[in-house]
């Protein structure tokens, strides 16, 4: 098993510039988390879907930010515009019955 | 609403020491989960305890839950270099499926 893949790895951009970040889950798992990790702020989860469908984005920054679950294997986390403050680790994790399965992270600097 | 306290922020042992994180509740909790994530890397799912007083093993670590299921603790016995890390908990409420991570304890090793 391949594990949660994201892509891309790293991503620098200009502020104002649109970002998306993408994750495949393992496959079977039917929850998918997307967190943001700072230094100051944590792990903090943004949005999670069950079954493809959003359950709870109240962690979700502001309108700038969207994500999308269009089927079992795709989900994108959207920032448009990006900012400075955006910059951080993006992490999606996605699980099953027991724990949550990261993947290795985007690493989104905003210029 | 649920909020997740961890301590300590941070913790130096000596290698072969003990070491000690606790994590607390203010609501009594459903289960609660403990993560590793090594400097540069991704959290990693070690387990979750679901009963009241529960202890499970791994290893050298030691995880407990609490009678009350509002607090949480895990012990490393004789700590190693490999242990260094970050360690999280993530605790999930009794009224929603929404899991709570804390700040985490992150851990480092002097040889």
């Known amino acids: 098993d391949a594990g949660v893949i994201q892509s891309p790895r790293h991503e620098v951009t200009e502020m104002g510039q649109e970002v998306t970040l993408r994750c495949k889950p393992i496959s079977g798992h039917n929850s998918l988390f997307w967190y943001r990790q700072t230094m100051m702020r944590g792990l903090e989860l943004l949005i999670y879907f069950n079954n493809n469908v959003p359950i709870d984005d109240s962690g979700m920054p502001e309108d700038r930010f969207s994500a999308k679950m269009p089927n079992a294997s795709f989900s994108t986390l959207k920032i448009q515009p990006s900012e400075p403050r955006d910059s951080a680790v993006y992490f999606c994790?996605?699980?099953?019955?027991?724990?949550?399965?990261f993947g290795p992270g985007t690493r989104l600097t905003v210029l | 609403g649920q909020q997740v306290m961890q301590i300590p922020q941070y913790q130096h042992v000596q290698e072969g020491e003990d070491f000690t994180t606790y994590c607390n509740s203010s609501t009594t909790l459903s289960n609660i989960q403990w993560y590793k994530q090594r400097p540069g890397g991704h959290p990693v799912f070690l387990i979750q305890?679901?009963?009241?007083?529960e202890v499970k093993k791994q290893k050298r670590l030691t995880f407990q839950f609490g009678e009350a299921k509002k607090n949480s603790s895990l012990h490393i016995t004789a700590t190693q270099t490999t242990d260094v890390g970050t360690y999280f908990c993530a605790a999930e409420g009794n009224r929603d499926d929404k899991i709570i991570f804390g700040k985490g304890t992150r851990l480092h090793i002097l040889p």
């Open positions: 305890l679901v009963k009241s007083g």
């Open positions: 994790a996605s699980s099953l019955v027991e724990g949550q399965f």
